[in-house]
């Protein structure tokens, strides 16, 4: 990848090819679709620790004799 830097006014850019920008662009959209889902299932967890009837982990292993 072949990198250039720009400087207008006081700003520094930076240009890069199109292919690595959009794989660049693609690994940060990726990034934030996994970090929505893990927001989602923590959400999730909590939701179903709240629920009555649901059992810890310590009464889980006790009964499974773990």
């Known amino acids: 990848m072949t990198v250039s830097t720009l400087k207008i006014g006081r700003r520094e850019y930076v240009v890069v090819p199109r292919r690595d920008f959009d794989r660049i662009t693609a690994q940060a959209c990726e990034q934030v679709r ?3 889902q893990d927001a989602g299932d923590a959400a999730e967890s909590r939701r179903r620790m709240r629920e009555p009837g ?6 889980l292993r006790r009964k499974l004799g773990l």
Do not use: F
């Not at 649901?54 to 009464?59: D, R, V």
């Open 34 to 36: 996994q970090r929505t």
């Open 54 to 59: 649901g059992i810890s982990l310590a009464e």
